[in-house]
C-alpha cells in the first residue's frame, strides 16, 4: 500500500507539471500556488557541482557604464526587492545573457528586451506596469552598489551560468527544456543543456 501510494503520488506530481506547462502555453493558469510549488520540488536539481560563470568586466564609456548600473539595479531591485542575495543572482542571470547568442548585446537591451508595443517582456516588470510604482529609493544606493561591483568583475557563483529563472509559485513551460541548478529564496533558477542553446523565453 505505501508503495502504491508513493507511485500515485509521483504520477500525481508529473501530472501537475505537464497541466502547468500545457496551460502557461495557453495563457491560463490553474495550478495554485501551493500546488506550484510541489511540482517545482519534484523536479531535481542536476547533479554535480554549478560551475561559476565567468568574470564580467564592463567595457565602455562611463556614462554607458553609468546607463547599464541603472538597468542592472532596476532589474535586480523589481525582480529581488531588497534581498541581497537575489538581486545579486538577477544581475548574474542578466550578465551571463548578455554574453550568450540570441540575447542582446548590452546590458540594458537584455533587461528591456522585449519591451515594445507587441512584444513579450523577458522580465516581467518591463510590461507589467511595475515601472509605474517605483520602489522606495531608500534601496536605490545598496542596488546601485552591487551592480557596479557586478559591471566590475564580481561573480555570484551560486546561480552559475542561468540563464532563465521563476518564482516557485509558478511553473512556467520552458522550465522542462532547461536544467534546474540552484534555488535563491523564492527563486528557482536554470542554465541551458547542450540540446537547448536557442532557448530565450521570460527570465
Not at 12 to 30: P, T
Not at 89 to 112: D, F, I, K
Request: aromatic letters at 8%; charged letters at 20%; proline letters at 6%.
Amino acid at each position: 500500500m505505501i508503495v502504491s501510494g508513493m507511485i500515485v503520488g509521483v504520477a500525481l506530481l508529473f501530472c501537475l507539471i505537464r497541466l502547468a506547462h500545457n496551460d502557461e502555453r495557453h495563457h491560463r493558469m490553474s495550478l495554485s500556488m501551493a500546488q506550484a510549488r510541489i511540482a517545482n520540488a519534484a523536479i531535481p536539481f542536476v547533479p554535480g557541482p554549478v560551475e561559476p560563470a565567468a568574470r564580467f568586466v564592463f567595457h565602455g564609456t562611463p556614462a554607458a557604464r553609468e546607463q547599464a548600473i541603472e538597468c542592472l539595479a532596476t532589474a535586480a531591485i523589481y525582480e529581488a526587492g531588497d534581498d541581497p542575495r537575489g538581486q545579486r543572482a538577477v544581475m548574474q542571470v542578466v550578465l551571463n545573457r548578455v554574453r550568450r547568442p540570441g540575447y542582446p548585446r548590452t546590458v540594458c537591451g537584455v533587461v528591456y528586451q522585449g519591451a515594445v508595443p507587441g512584444g513579450v517582456c523577458q522580465f516581467s516588470f518591463a510590461c507589467d506596469g511595475s515601472l509605474t510604482r517605483r520602489p522606495e529609493t531608500a534601496g536605490w544606493t545598496a542596488a546601485r552598489e552591487r551592480a557596479r561591483h557586478a559591471l566590475s568583475g564580481a561573480v555570484f557563483g551560486v546561480v552559475g551560468t542561468a540563464t532563465h529563472y521563476h518564482t516557485d509559485w509558478v511553473v512556467p513551460w520552458w522550465s522542462a527544456s532547461l536544467d534546474k541548478i540552484a534555488k535563491v529564496s523564492s527563486h528557482i533558477f536554470y542554465r541551458p543543456r547542450s540540446s537547448s542553446e536557442s532557448v530565450s523565453n521570460q527570465r
